[in-house]
């Protein structure tokens, strides 16, 4: 099993930047396996949608974004502590959800319990 434990959200003015961070633990058969690591959103009243994802391809990591958010998140990880991070500057009201960090192991899909931003105008 993985666990996931987001931190790093909150109020935030138009403008400014949040980093968020999902640290994952468990056994080390799983978080060897990880192979996709991701951040979705969820606006209040609609669905959850992908922000940005990092995949390895050998020892090249594939990062790729949701197009509103391009040139202004980006997406990285710390394998040596097990964490995935969310860097997002120039923030919109449109930001705002509840962002939840996501992982794929041995073909199990994995989520954290999720962190609140606001961004407000």
């Known amino acids: 099993q993985v666990q996931l434990v987001e931190s790093g959200g909150g109020l935030v003015q138009a403008g400014g930047s949040l980093r968020l961070s999902c640290a994952a633990s468990?056994?080390?058969?799983?978080?060897?396996?990880?192979?996709?690591r991701a951040w979705y959103r969820q606006a209040p009243g609609k669905q959850r949608d992908l922000v940005a994802s990092?995949?390895?391809?050998?020892?090249?990591?594939?990062?790729d974004y949701l197009d509103s958010v391009k040139g202004r998140f980006t997406i990285s990880r710390d394998n040596a502590k097990n964490t995935v991070y969310l860097q997002m500057n120039s923030l919109k009201p449109e930001d705002t959800g509840v962002y939840y960090c996501?992982?794929?192991?041995?073909?199990?899909?994995?989520w954290g319990q999720g962190t609140q931003v606001v961004v407000s105008s």
């Open positions: 468990g056994t080390i058969y799983r978080l060897n396996a990880i192979n996709t």
């Open positions: 990092i995949t390895p391809r050998g020892p090249t990591d594939y990062p």
């Open positions: 996501y992982v794929r192991s041995y073909g199990d899909d994995y």
